[in-house]
């Protein structure tokens, strides 16, 4: 019996031995009850001291799910564990070594992505454990790509840079696209941009990683209070046009988007702020706020906007990091680190980089420009 999961996931295993968890398992990666109450009594049998084992059980695994670590727990079904799973997009797996301990079990178990029961003594020990890769693990791609920095809603000028570079819907050659993110905000077609690269993944020609403009549009389309600031006016206005079934893909595809990739095995790493070393292919949630919006320094700028790290001008990585957020006049390598976020949208450029050719492919804006000057930092 083959059982298939997730290289993050919160993993219960219920009514089983020692032995089968050691078996297929890492040692740091199992937590039990018992373990707990040793650590705090020196007796795995002190029931005296289960309520403080539970506490120390939840804040173990806690961090080890914060970090993106795969958890697995010799316990009875226990929702708050559940709740960690959901809240650090952890997978959520239940392995029952007792098939009578299913229909009591069976409330505690609903949300629970897998629940594996097995029947019989040989089963378990036959069952054989495969780790899937995650999502952003696509080491196994290996290009060529064409990489493209922000977008934000400029349409014609990125129908212009696909032209540019050979893509219909798709490329004759087998090429793909990978947007760094921010596809909408400030410019003037933002639905027009959504459609045009939800097409593209869905037809196997592009990837996207998810940008911080993206996450509020999506949050806003959900009826959520986010404030209409930073461009995020203008795509609510454009897309009142559009039926609420396009906003609800619009959710879906911003919901399932990933925060960084990784390809040609490991040797490109794509994300929208750019990503440290320690970070990449992580699934913390340190590394998608590294992502997602870099690391402030607390500053503001003379525009109003936060100073960032700059974390390139110390990468000594080996894999090649692709990033946009922070805009600049022209894309420099810095320490095999690139910015493609050339400011389209004020006034600059819409760039894209070649990859494994590393040669810049950029298109000009076509009208007025946001009245934003180029060089500040992207919120």
């Not at 897998?114 to 029947?119: E, K, L, T």
């Not at 990837?207 to 993206?214: A, Q």
């Not at 209409?228 to 046009?241: D, F, I, N, R, V």
Request: charge should be neutral.
């Amino acid at each position: 019996m083959q059982i298939q999961i997730s290289e993050f996931s919160l993993i219960l295993l219920i009514d089983t031995s020692d032995s089968f968890a050691k078996k297929h398992f890492r040692s740091t990666e199992i937590l039990s009850l018992n373990y707990c109450r040793t650590l705090i009594s020196d007796k795995e049998n002190d029931h005296s001291v289960t309520p403080e084992a539970f506490d120390l059980l939840h804040f173990i695994a806690k961090k080890r799910l914060s970090a993106g670590k795969l958890t697995v727990i010799n316990v009875k079904a226990y929702t708050p564990l559940l709740a960690l799973a959901h809240k650090y997009k952890a997978d959520s797996i239940a392995i029952i070594f007792n098939l009578e301990s299913i229909n009591e079990l069976k409330p505690s178990l609903e949300g629970y992505q897998q629940v594996i029961v097995f029947d019989t003594l040989e089963q378990v020990k036959n069952a054989e454990i495969k780790r899937l890769p995650l999502k952003n693990n696509l080491k196994h791609k290996r290009g060529p790509f064409d990489i493209i920095g922000d977008v934000h809603g400029c349409f014609d000028e990125l129908r212009t840079l696909l032209d540019k570079l050979g893509y219909t819907l798709t490329h004759p050659e087998g090429r793909q696209v990978i947007f760094l993110g921010d596809l909408g905000d400030r410019g003037p077609k933002t639905p027009e941009v959504l459609r045009l690269v939800m097409d593209m993944v869905a037809a196997g020609s592009a990837f996207c990683v998810l940008g911080n403009h993206d996450i509020k549009l999506m949050r806003k389309l959900k009826g959520k209070n986010i404030k209409l600031t930073h461009g995020l006016a203008e795509s609510m206005h454009q897309l009142e046009k559009y039926p609420p079934e396009f906003h609800k893909e619009i959710i879906d595809f911003i919901g399932n988007l990933e925060y960084q990739y990784l390809f040609d095995g490991g040797k490109l790493v794509v994300a929208h702020a750019g990503i440290t070393e320690n970070l990449q292919g992580q699934v913390s949630g340190k590394a998608r706020s590294f992502a997602l919006y870099g690391k402030p320094t607390g500053e503001i700028d003379d525009e109003g906007f936060p100073v960032r790290y700059n974390w390139a001008a110390d990468y000594r990585g080996q894999a090649m990091v692709v990033y946009g957020h922070t805009r600049v006049e022209e894309s420099i390598w810095l320490n095999n680190t690139i910015c493609l976020d050339t400011g389209c949208v004020f006034g600059g450029k819409l760039t894209a980089l070649r990859y494994p050719e590393k040669e810049l492919v950029s298109v000009l804006l076509t009208r007025n420009p946001t009245n934003t000057a180029i060089g500040s930092s992207s919120t």
